[in-house]
């Protein structure tokens, strides 16, 4: 099943006036004019499209109510808002206090204990309902939770870790709620510690995106279904042009910005089928994990009617088109089966519980069913991506299950899930899968858990070099783990500047750039770029100038200042960072590895040591303990590695202690670095970035 796109347009504010409203509905198609032809008209379809005229009623009856039963189906659903600033997001998730103006967070949960309530009546409290909920916000790229107050909470924000193929936040609160006013006072209350703050555009804007888990717990005999409602109020994006923001609100801004860059990046990825989406580069990304969780997805795309934010409405049309194509795999959560008596139920404890690991709008806590099947480690649930995207061409299965203008369609439930397959979790789905498929998969996955065990141990010290280079080499290490804040930050800076400049917004990247410069004092780079931006600034708002200077280019040159700018705008696209340079200190050894440059010749103390045939330079823990289990010769440890099986691992050990292997003939034949590592009979360097890789390390960021 495809992302559910619906399109909602809200109601002209008190501020806006009539013959400013350009966007319009016909059915299921919105239209707008094109901003360079008002003669012309785009039209954008959805699976359904909310009027201004239509209610907090109509939207949950249209979209919401169907998926309370898909939950007790133990189905996960995720909704989310999508906008630009002041377009109503905030208004459809939470909507006001009144009964008619609740948004469709709490006419689901309202929806969700009524069906709780028949439910434990009709059998006759055989089947009892728990509800639980956590809630938390994604605030300049910062993870909080929103139960704890804004005066108490850590700087640093909770971290994210992948768990078994899944991003959960560490260390979040989840509170139980017995009833709807349970929910709707720990609600309000956390609303309340939510980042909000009047801007240009909105007087009560949302700063930060806010992300509700719903947990629903439904036990009957020895069965427990656990399924989870997500709700998500994005931030909504704001050209800054329009804000007048101050620092505090361009930061925030800018942040917001990127992580909908890196949203649309996605969604653009997985629609032309690429390899790599970029899921890691935000943490609304990384949470959000479009197109990967099972169940059922519906966004709601807000728009303003007026003119002003035409661009903006163009641009949330477009992304909203390339969203609906994502298609989720349906997947119902498997059932837990009560294994020894429980200790303390995860519910019904105290008020207050810290879960050390929790999965989001997954369903990991689910999908191993252990009393049936012991042997299997339960990381084998590990779920594959379950992605893939529709072309532009209507097929014709998919319209007749979903067709425009009908909420969801009636999810069938498998009969088979309780089979042997179903131990590996989504894996089960998976038509045509093989005992050798499965047998491979286990291989795989306990070959994955056994070398992110062997990481976890500490690297063999390295024999061969003095203390005092050591010692030198340990402090640089820490310098790179602990990744120096202050030049995060300065990075960060950075990547919004480029942000702004290749959407044509100079003014916002000079201030980004601005904000850098602290962390990158006396960076000629940065000094130059800013100047260079400043002149521009300068040659749009005085033209003259520009023609003037034009004018004094000779004409062959001239062209070329016109095609330049362009040049400038693909190349910043492609380059992560043209400004900042590492220096010697903190590159890392495996950046000549990796682009097959001659290896830079490094001085620590101004003096060069060398091992072997190549330079000492410093590698990361990652790269240490890759070298260190190769060069224990262990079979059992190198197995562990991504990829190697026994077989490998013997050949690569007799490679090691081959005495024709004259590249090794240094220190012991020890492997120094990544590069000789890859010249190894029977590596490579692809073998290797596999390996270093592989491990994972359960360090945010990494
Ligand atoms: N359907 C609607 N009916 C009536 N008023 C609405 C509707 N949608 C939005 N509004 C009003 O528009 C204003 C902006 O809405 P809201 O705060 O929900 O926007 P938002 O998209 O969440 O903005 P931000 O991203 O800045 O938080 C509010 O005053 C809200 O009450």
Known sequence: MSVRVVARIRPLLNTEIDRDAIVTCDGSVVKIPNPKNAGEEYSFSFNNVYDAQSTQQDIFDGEIASTIKHLY?????????????????????????????????????????????KIEKDSQEETKVEVAMSYYEIYNDKVFDLFEQPDKRSPAGLAL??????????????????????????????????????????????????????????????????STASAIDLAGSEDNRRTDNNKERLV????????????????EAISKKQARIPYRESKMTRILSLGQSNGLTIMILNLAPVRAYHLDTLASLNFANRTKKIEIREAENEPILKGPPRSASTITGPTIQRQALRPLTTTAHNSNVRAAAPAIPEQLAKPTKAFSVFSDKPKPTLTARTPLNKPFPSLKRKSDHSSSISQFGRQSNQPGMTQSTIENMV????????????????????????????????YLEQKIDGQDDDRAKGLSF???????????????????????????????KLEAKIEKIKARILEKKQPHLAEQK????????????????????????????DIYTPSDEDEESDASYRTNKPRKQRRLNTKPICIGDESLVLQTPRTKHLLSIINSRDVEQIRRLKGVGSKKAEAIVEALCSTHEEEFQFSNANIKSLGQLSRLRGVGQKTVENWRTGFHLEIDGI
């Open 494 to 524: 950075l990547l919004m500047a480029k942000q702004h400049q290749v959407h044509g917004e100079d003014s916002s990247a000079l201030k980004m750039y601005e904000l850098a410069r602290e962390h990158f004092p006396n960076n000629q």
């Open 73 to 117: 189906n133990a189905y996960d659903v995720t909704l989310f808002a999508y906008g630009v600033t002041g377009t109503g997001k905030t208004h459809t998730m939470r909507g006001g206090k009144s009964l008619a103006d609740r948004g469709v967070i709490p006419r689901l949960l309202s929806g969700i204990y009524r069906r709780a309530r």
């Open 550 to 577: 034009l004018a004094s280019i000779a004409p062959v040159h001239r062209s070329l200042a016109v095609v330049k700018p362009l040049m400038d705008i693909r190349n910043l696209m492609k380059e992560p960072d």
């Open 252 to 267: 925030e801004s800018s942040a917001i910005n990127k992580s909908l860059f890196v949203l649309a990046q996605c969604v």
């Open 443 to 474: 291989e795989r996955k306990v070959t994955e858990i056994l070398a992110a065990r062997a990481l976890n141990q500490p690297a063999a010290p390295a024999k061969d070099i003095d203390d005092d280079v050591r010692r030198r080499l340990e």
């Open 161 to 226: 870790r992948d768990n078994g193929g899944k991003t959960v936040v560490v260390g979040l609160t989840e509170r139980p709620c017995e009833s709807l006013k349970d929910f709707e006072r720990l609600y309000d209350q956390a609303n309340m510690n939510r980042s909000t703050s009047a801007t240009k555009l909105n007087a009560h804007s949302s700063r930060s995106h806010a992300i509700l888990c719903v947990k629903l717990i439904v036990r009957k005999g020895d069965t427990i279904r656990i």
